[in-house]
């Protein structure tokens, strides 16, 4: 057990199974001395199942967080188990099939308009929904994929992903007044269900196989985990609208 979230209350989202980046902020965190809830979406009583797997089985709270009344009622919902939150983690993203894979110059409006609303927007709908909650302040912390460059297959994900920066920018300069910090952790690619969701996520893992200076398993969320858990403690205190590269160096060489 170490002690570097001990007493902090953290909303997690995004856990859908126990390869999930969340599953693991979620498990760090508690293994931290954190209090933890959980957010689910869709199949509730799967993620149910993977929250009584953490060391301490943890509530789960329904929320898609396109649903405004769902939003509306989570500091209810939260308070029923913590009074208050010091940490939330956004580990949101959706692109429909026609968003990724190679059809940019194709896809419709609609289409971009979900990837960007579930997986953007979201993040500055989840924060102003736990507002009431961070009287205090506290940290938000969202999970990005680098979208400084064009990526093959991401398309509007990585518009998707873009707009997540700038929100997080925009969240940290909206918020920092009330003592709230907002940064991303962009990781790497991780073998999860959103990553299987990829088409063309191969092409990621042959890039950091070949460009990665450190070391990259596909199969381990750990190291985007623990970049998740070092932003929700007090050991960034005067760090917001910062991105910080869980990626094994890729983001820093040039081939
Ligand atoms: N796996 C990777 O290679 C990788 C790399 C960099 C960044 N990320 C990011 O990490 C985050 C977590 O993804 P993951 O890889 O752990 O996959 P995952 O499939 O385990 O998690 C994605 C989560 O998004 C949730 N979600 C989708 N639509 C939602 C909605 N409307 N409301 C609420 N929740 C919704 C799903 O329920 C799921 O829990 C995402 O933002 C993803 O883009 C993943």
Known sequence: MGTLLLGKRILVTGVITDASIAYHAARLAQEEGAEVVLTGYGRLSLVERVADRLPEPAPVIELDVTDARQLAALPDRVREHLDGLDG?????????????????LHTDWADVATAVQVSAFS??????????????????????????????????MGVSKAALEATSRYLARHLGGRGIRSNLVAAGPIR??????????????????????????????????????????????????EIVHVDGGVHAMGA
Not at 232 to 241: A, E, H
């Open 123 to 156: 993040y500055k709908a989840l924060a102003t929904a736990c507002l009431p909650l961070m009287r205090d302040g506290g940290s938000l912390v969202g999970i990005d994929f680098d979208a400084t460059v064009a990526w093959p297959s991401y398309d509007w």
């Open 192 to 241: 999860t269900m959103a990553a299987k969701s990829i088409p063309g996520f191969a092409d990621f893992e042959a890039i950091w196989e070949t460009r990665s200076p450190l070391p990259w398993d596909l199969r381990d969320p750990e190291p985007a985990a623990r970049g998740v858990v070092a932003l929700l403690s007090d050991w960034f205190p005067r760090t917001t609208g």
């Open 88 to 104: 939330v983690v956004h580990s949101i993203a959706f692109g429909p099939a026609a968003a990724l894979g190679g059809n940019f």
